[in-house]
């Protein structure tokens, strides 16, 4: 796989759920044998509590997904914050495998972007249009978001 894919999927996977690439991102450095890890925000993301927080972002954010009254993730605060969020894990990625962490960054932030607006229109049709039960399309879009990020990560 390409190290830039790589980027690409960890910042689709935040495009779905914003905390999906960070939180497994911080796994995988936690529990990675790397000597030292490629630069401050990976060094940060390599400490347990770090860890242990991003993990209960993630699962808080898969659970407020479901409530009413949560912004839709094409407005421009929440779309801001997962391209955001998923240029910074693209940007670690490339370090990770020895690409340009700019690149990385640019790449993860447009993937966040593009694929918050691709899930976005695809749960709109399926729910609205296909007449499936919003609630299982949303816990499927919560595994596609990990099993994405899981993937980048992937060895």
């Not at 890890?37 to 997904?65: H, N, Y």
């Not at 240029?87 to 640019?106: N, Q, T």
Request: net charge positive.
């Amino acid at each position: 796989m390409t190290r830039l894919l790589r980027s690409a999927q960890l910042g689709a996977a935040s495009g779905l759920r914003s905390m999906a690439a960070p939180s497994q991102l911080s796994w995988h450095l936690a529990g990675s044998t790397l000597n030292t890890a490629p630069g401050p925000v990976a060094e940060f993301l390599t400490r347990k509590p770090v860890c242990s927080l991003l993990q209960i972002m993630a699962l808080g954010e898969m659970i407020a997904d479901k409530l009413p009254g949560i912004p839709d993730r094409i407005e421009t605060g929440p779309l801001v914050g997962r391209a955001f969020l998923g240029g910074a894990a693209g940007g670690v990625c490339a370090r990770i495998h020895g690409e340009s962490g700019g690149r990385g960054a640019v790449v993860g932030g447009v993937a966040a972007a593009v694929g918050a607006f691709a899930s976005y229109y695809v749960r709109r049709a399926l729910v609205h249009d296909v007449g499936l039960p919003g609630l299982p399309v949303a816990l499927c879009e919560d595994a596609v978001a990990l099993l994405l990020a899981r993937r980048a990560l992937r060895a």
